[in-house]
């Protein structure tokens, strides 16, 4: 693996560093101006004009949709940054120093894995009614997965029920996280269920593509994070009640739900753990700000040993974790998810648990200041937080690592699949 980003990435790192400075770090506080002025005045759950604003700038700079790898992009007949994974994996680094920002260049969750999922699987007719609009920044999308009756970390739970009749599949189940239904813009859902719960156990799901607008949808709440709902984008939980789409909506046939989640999952992997190494990055430089000038005890609180110790292991802890992405990145450039399977779940272990302790050691420096929104801190924290359950629990992609490495001993060993959990 070579070390060095390739002379795209860094002309592309320049140019997105340069628009941060330039747009982003000053509209943070009219964002969240505006987050308060729409939650006064009963209008929390329409699109933040902050963010309207700032996606032509990003467009005319050419900074939009750079998430899309070379494969997909090829297969959707688009032509977009042409980057590989690891490629991407910097640029998305940059955008989750804040939070919001990778919407304004279209490459935020969950409408990424969606357009590859729909670039990858979906028919012509597909590409053109969702995935242009969704490429064009004028639609949004969602994911729906995750069941509150099951423990979904283990797919094969899912009871979500897509039945044939005719030439329709009728729709029946109760999901919730779904991350990005309750934007208004939200138009498709790429939505996981049973088709044939006896077959065997990883093809009795498939993936349907259901309209937003599709009668028998009811959104029933938004779910909040540590107290945040997140508006507009929303956690949802929602019901399907006798919903009916064309069987034309189906990804790739029935019984692929596994295949398509295994293509999916491991790209969005990477773009968290990349924007979850930028937050720990922008903590860490917080951090060191507030300890250099806040004095407790006659001396900066930055020449306190412990602090200085923290600021020495966040250090470690966020290079080791960017060169564990980047790794698994590359792998999958050069073999793909299944290559990579080990590289993967390793990040999502390493990278959300990096990032929590990171940020809380700059809230324990920032005092009382860092419990409150004055500091991006408190956010950072339970988005941080939230991504140990997000694209699968710690506990799962711990299972399969121990697998896999006890697999090397084994007399016969047995193949251990990469683990497939909601997607946020």
């Known amino acids: 693996?070579?070390?060095?980003?390739?002379?795209?990435?860094?002309?592309?790192?320049?140019?997105?560093?340069?628009?941060?400075?330039?747009?982003?770090?000053?509209?943070?506080?009219?964002?969240?101006?505006?987050?308060?002025?729409?939650?006064?005045?009963?209008?929390?759950?329409?699109?933040?004009?902050?963010?309207?604003?700032?996606?032509?700038?990003?467009?005319?700079?050419?900074?939009?949709?750079?998430?899309?790898?070379?494969?997909?992009?090829?297969?959707?007949?688009?032509?977009?940054?042409?980057?590989?994974?690891q490629e991407y994996a910097p640029l998305a680094e940059i955008m989750g120093r804040v939070m919001w920002s990778s919407e304004v260049f279209n490459c935020s969750a969950p409408d990424t894995g969606n357009m590859e999922t729909i670039a990858r699987y979906g028919s012509e007719e597909s590409k053109q009614r969702w995935l242009k609009p969704l490429m064009d920044g004028k639609i949004r999308s969602a994911f729906a997965m995750t069941e509150p009756a099951v423990a979904s970390s283990d797919a094969t739970n899912i009871e979500t029920r897509i039945e044939r009749q005719g030439d329709e599949y009728v729709i029946n189940g109760r999901k919730w996280w779904i991350s990005g239904a309750g934007d208004p813009r939200c138009s498709i859902y790429i939505t996981m269920g049973k088709t044939d719960p006896d077959a065997p156990r990883h093809s009795q799901q498939s993936m349907v593509l259901v309209p937003a607008d599709t009668p028998g949808i009811k959104i029933l709440r938004p779910l909040n994070v540590f107290g945040y709902d997140d508006a507009p984008h929303g956690h949802m939980e929602m019901v399907f009640d006798n919903v009916r789409v064309p069987v034309g909506n189906i990804l790739l046939g029935e019984g692929r739900g596994f295949e398509i989640a295994q293509g999916r999952l491991g790209p969005g992997r990477i773009h968290h753990c990349m924007r979850l190494i930028g937050l720990a990055e922008r903590s860490l430089e917080l951090m060191c700000k507030r300890a250099s000038s806040r004095?407790?005890?006659?001396?900066?609180?930055?020449?306190?040993?412990?602090?200085?110790?923290?600021?020495?292991?966040?250090?470690?802890?966020?290079?080791?974790?960017?060169?564990?992405?980047?790794?698994?990145?590359?792998?999958?450039?050069?073999?793909?998810?299944?290559?990579?399977?080990?590289?993967?779940?390793?990040?999502?272990?390493?990278?959300?648990?990096?990032?929590?302790?990171?940020?809380?050691?700059?809230?324990?420096?920032?005092?009382?200041?860092?419990?409150?929104?004055?500091?991006?801190?408190?956010?950072?924290?339970?988005?941080?937080?939230?991504?140990?359950?997000?694209?699968?629990?710690?506990?799962?992609?711990?299972?399969?690592?121990?697998?896999?490495?006890?697999?090397?001993?084994?007399?016969?060993?047995?193949?251990?699949?990469?683990?497939?959990?909601?997607?946020?």
């Open 1 to 85: 693996m070579d070390f060095d980003y390739s002379p795209k990435t860094k002309e592309l790192q320049q140019r997105l560093l340069r628009f941060m400075d330039e747009f982003i770090y000053p509209a943070e506080s009219a964002y969240h101006a505006e987050i308060a002025a729409n939650s006064a005045a009963g209008k929390r759950w329409t699109p933040l004009q902050t963010i309207e604003s700032l996606k032509p700038k990003a467009q005319a700079a050419g900074l939009w949709n750079l998430f899309l790898p070379v494969d997909s992009a090829e297969a959707a007949g688009f032509h977009g940054a042409g980057l590989t994974n």
């Open 295 to 424: 004095i407790a005890f006659g001396k900066p609180v930055a020449a306190q040993t412990v602090t200085q110790e923290r600021i020495a292991e966040a250090r470690c802890k966020i290079d080791m974790a960017r060169l564990l992405t980047l790794k698994a990145a590359w792998m999958m450039d050069m073999g793909g998810n299944k290559f990579a399977k080990n590289e993967i779940a390793m990040i999502k272990v390493v990278a959300p648990n990096m990032a929590c302790e990171v940020i809380d050691w700059a809230m324990q420096a920032h005092g009382g200041g860092g419990m409150c929104d004055d500091f991006p801190l408190a956010y950072a924290y339970t988005c941080a937080r939230t991504l140990r359950f997000a694209d699968g629990p710690d506990e799962v992609h711990r299972n399969a690592i121990a697998k896999l490495e006890l697999g090397k001993y084994a007399v016969n060993p047995k193949p251990v699949e990469m683990p497939i959990t909601r997607g946020c």
